[in-house]
C-alpha cells in the first residue's frame, strides 16, 4: 500500500524482464507474484513524472498481468473500452521506458492507438464501443477460421451505454467466440450468482410464479407485518440474480463475480475460459486506485493527477525564492457555467439539468447539490440525453444540456430529429470546445461549430471571455427554441463575471478595435490572440459572439471598407465560422479577399494545450507572420479603376 508518489523509481525486477521481452510464462512463480506490486509502484511512479489518468489503471493490474499470461497477445486481441485504465497495458507492451512521455507532444497516447503498438488493437477514448469493436474481430476471425480469441474489457460506467447493450444483444443472437470482462469498480451490479441464480431467474419468468406472485401480493397485503417481510425477501433475492439473469437471458455465458484482484484465481479462470465457445461474460470486482491510500479513499478526486513537482532543496546559506506577486484568480470555464446553474436555477423553477456522466468534468457539482430533484446525470449515454431534454422541453421545462463538444458528436441524430426538426427550448452548454490538449484527437472539440451551423433552427454562440459565457448562457436559455454555447477547456483570460445576467441581443456582434486595411472577425476564446495581431497590425478586430446568425450588416459593412477579412475560430474550417461568413459575402455578391484561421483538415494529436494552438496557426503570430509576407497583386475594379490588394 503506497500513501506517496514514489520519487525515485522504484526496483522492479520482474516487470524489467518483461520489458525486456522475456515471455509471462517464463517467469517463475515468485516472479509472477510479485509483477502486480512491481507494476503498481511502476505505473506510481511514471504517474507522477509525467501527470494523466491512473485510478482506474491501479485497479486493473492484476486483470491486465492475468490477461497477458494466459492470451497469445498480440495475436490474441484485447481490446479496452475508454482505454484510461490501459496504462498497465502499456507498460506490459515494450512501452515501460516512455511512459513519462504519455499525453505529451511527440510521446505516448493516453489512450491506446492502433499507430503506437500492434497490442493496441482498437483506437479508443470514448466509451461503450470495445465489445462491437472486439464482435466485429471475433466474426472476421471465425471467417477465415483463425483460432485467435478476443477479448473486450468494460468498465461498469461504459457498460451503461446503449450501445455496449446493442453490442450485447447482437452478439447473443449471433454467438461469436468472444469473451467479455466487465470491470466492476463501483459494485453498482450485485454481487451474488450462480446455479442458485438460474434457478430462480427460471422460476420469476414462468407462468405459474407470476400467477403465484400476483395472488401472494393480493392476500398479504392486507396483513402489513407479512406484506413486508415478502417484499424484502423478494428484492433480496432479486438483488442475488440480477446480474447472472441479464446476461443470461441476452445470450451469454455469465461467471462472477470474482475479486480482480486476486492474480491466481484471474488467472485460473481465464484459462478455464479461453477456449469456450460462444460469447462468455466474466464479472470481475476490482477497486479503482487500489494500492494507494489517497485514490482509494478519493476515486473519482484521483481518477487523474498533474505531473507531481518536486520543490528543490535549499542550501543552508540559500534565502528562499520570494512568495509570487498575488494575481486575479482565473475561472474555468465549466465553473462559470456551474455558477450560472445554480443562479438560473434559483429564480426559474422548470429549469432541468442533464449531464451524460459528466458531473464533475461539467462543473455541476453544487447545482446536483443543491438541487437534487432536478438533475439527471444518465451515465454514459449521450443520446439518450438530448431526448430526454426534449420530452422534457415539450412538457413545459428548461432543459439544459451540459455535454463535451466531442460528445455531443454521439447524439447527433437525436440533436436534429428530436430537438431540431420540432424547435423544441434545449439549451446546450458545450463544453471542451476546440483543442482540448493532452486527451489528444479522440477529445478535441474540433467540429461542433461545423456540424451545429448546418443544422436549421440551431442559434450557435461562441463567448470570448468568462463574462460574456456566463451572459451568453442567459441568454441562450431565454432563447425559445435550440440554442447553443460552446466553450473551451481551462481557464479565461480573467475578466470580471458580472453577478447580474443580461440577455444580449442574438446575432450582433460587438466592433472592439476600429483599424484599417484588415479585419479580424474573432469567434470565441482565441479573442485575445486577435487583439494581439490587431494591435500589431492595427486592424480592425470583432467579437463576433454568434456564429448562427450571424451579424450579417456588420460583416458587409466591413467587406466595403476593408481589403481584406480574417476569421478566427478553434474549430475546422471546414464548414466552421469562417465558411459561413464566405457564404455570406457570396450570397450578396461581395468580392473581398477573405483567409480563415482555424484548424486544417486533419486529426490533431496530443500534447499541450498552447503549444496545439501555435502547431495549429491559430495564433497571433501566424496572422501576424501571414499578412506580413502575403503577396501583393491586382484586380480590375472598372474600366477606370486598379484595386490593389492583398490576396489570400
Known amino acids: 500500500m503506497f500513501d506517496e508518489l514514489p520519487i525515485a523509481r522504484p526496483s522492479t525486477p520482474a516487470l524489467d524482464k518483461i520489458d525486456q521481452g522475456v515471455d509471462f510464462s517464463q517467469l517463475s512463480e515468485d516472479e509472477l507474484q510479485a509483477l502486480p506490486d512491481e507494476l503498481r509502484s511502476y505505473l506510481l511512479y511514471s504517474a507522477g513524472q509525467s501527470g494523466g489518468h491512473f485510478g482506474a489503471g ?5 486483470l491486465t498481468i492475468a490477461l497477458h499470461r494466459v492470451f497469445d497477445t498480440p495475436r490474441d486481441r484485447i481490446v479496452w473500452d475508454v482505454g484510461h ?12 521506458q516512455r511512459m513519462n512521455t504519455i499525453r505529451q507532444a511527440g510521446g505516448l497516447a493516453g489512450f491506446p492507438k492502433r499507430s503506437e503498438s500492434e497490442y493496441d488493437t482498437f483506437g479508443v477514448g470514448h466509451s461503450s464501443t470495445s465489445i462491437s469493436a472486439a464482435m466485429g474481430m471475433a466474426l472476421a476471425a471465425a471467417r477465415e477460421n483463425d483460432p485467435r480469441r478476443v477479448v473486450a474489457v468494460i468498465g461498469d460506467g461504459a457498460i451503461t451505454g446503449g450501445m455496449a447493450f446493442e453490442a450485447l444483444a447482437h452478439a447473443g443472437d449471433v454467438r461469436p467466440n468472444m469473451l467479455v470482462i466487465l470491470n466492476d469498480n463501483q459494485m453498482s451490479i450485485g454481487r451474488n450468482t450462480g446455479g442458485l441464480a438460474k434457478y430462480f431467474a427460471k422460476i420469476w419468468a414462468s407462468k405459474t410464479y407470476i400467477s403465484m406472485r400476483e395472488g401472494g401480493k393480493r392476500a398479504l ?70 494500492g494507494y491510500s489517497p485514490a482509494e479513499a478519493d476515486p473519482i478526486g484521483f481518477h487523474a493527477i498533474n505531473k507531481l513537482e518536486i520543490k528543490p532543496t535549499l542550501e543552508a546559506d540559500e534565502a528562499p525564492p520570494p512568495p509570487p506577486i498575488p494575481t486575479l484568480k482565473k475561472v474555468k470555464y465549466q465553473d462559470v457555467f456551474g455558477q450560472w446553474l445554480c443562479d438560473m436555477a434559483a429564480v426559474d423553477d422548470r429549469l432541468l439539468a442533464i449531464t451524460p456522466a459528466m458531473c464533475e468534468g461539467s462543473g455541476m457539482v453544487t447545482y446536483a447539490q443543491q438541487y437534487p430533484e432536478r438533475f439527471f446525470d444518465v451515465a454514459i449515454a449521450e443520446q439518450h440525453a438530448v431526448t430526454l ?7 413545459g421545462a428548461k432543459p439544459v444540456v451540459a455535454i463535451y463538444s466531442t460528445f455531443l458528436q454521439r447524439a447527433y441524430d437525436q440533436l436534429i430529429h428530436d430537438v431540431a426538426i420540432q424547435k423544441l427550448d434545449v439549451t446546450f452548454a458545450i463544453d471542451r470546445a476546440g483543442l482540448v490538449g493532452q486527451d489528444g484527437p479522440t477529445h478535441h472539440g474540433a467540429f461542433d461549430i461545423s456540424y451545429l451551423r448546418c443544422i436549421p433552427n440551431m442559434v ?75 494591435e500589431e497590425l492595427d486592424a480592425t478586430v470583432v467579437d463576433m459572439r454568434w456564429i448562427k446568425p450571424l451579424d450579417e450588416e456588420l460583416i458587409l459593412e466591413l467587406a466595403s471598407s476593408h481589403d481584406l477579412l480574417i476569421t478566427l475560430e478553434e474549430n475546422a474550417v471546414a464548414g466552421g465560422a469562417g465558411s459561413a461568413v464566405a457564404e455570406l459575402l457570396c450570397r450578396n455578391d461581395i468580392l473581398c479577399p477573405i483567409k480563415h484561421f482555424g484548424i486544417a483538415d486533419n486529426f490533431i494529436e496530443h500534447g499541450n494545450q498552447a503549444a496545439l494552438r501555435e502547431e495549429s496557426l491559430i495564433s497571433a ?7 506580413q509576407n502575403r503577396p501583393l497583386i491586382s484586380l480590375k475594379a472598372s474600366a477606370n479603376d486598379t484595386v490593389v490588394y492583398h490576396a489570400s
Request: include cysteine.
Open 58 to 62: 491501479l485497479g486493473v493490474v492484476e
Open 85 to 96: 485504465q490501459a496504462y498497465p497495458h502499456k507498460i506490459l507492451t515494450g512501452r515501460m
Open 221 to 290: 397485503k392486507k396483513i402489513k407485518p407479512a406484506w413486508d417481510l415478502a417484499k424484502r425477501t423478494e428484492e433480496h433475492m432479486k438483488g442475488m440474480v440480477a446480474p447472472g439473469t441479464l446476461f443470461e437471458e441476452l445470450g451469454w455465458h455469465y461467471i462472477g463475480p470474482i475479486d480482480g484482484h486476486d492474480l491466481p484465481q484471474l488467472v485460473q479462470t481465464l484459462e478455464n475460459m479461453r477456449d469456450l465457445k460462444g460469447p462468455q461474460f466474466l464479472h470481475v470486482l476490482t477497486m479503482k486506485g487500489k
Open 389 to 395: 431534454a426534449a420530452g422534457m422541453a415539450c412538457e
Open 460 to 534: 450557435i454562440g461562441a463567448p470570448s471571455d468568462e463574462n460574456e459565457c456566463r451572459q451568453m448562457l442567459y441568454t441562450a436559455y431565454r432563447h425559445a427554441g435550440p440554442a447553443a454555447i460552446r466553450y473551451p477547456r481551462g481557464t479565461g483570460p480573467g475578466s470580471l463575471i458580472e453577478e447580474t445576467m443580461t440577455e444580449l441581443p442574438i446575432g450582433k456582434a460587438v466592433l472592439v478595435r476600429p483599424g484599417q486595411g484588415v479585419a479580424i472577425l474573432n469567434f470565441g476564446a482565441l479573442f485575445s490572440e486577435a487583439m494581439k495581431a490587431g
Open 621 to 627: 503570430d501566424a496572422i501576424v507572420t501571414y499578412i
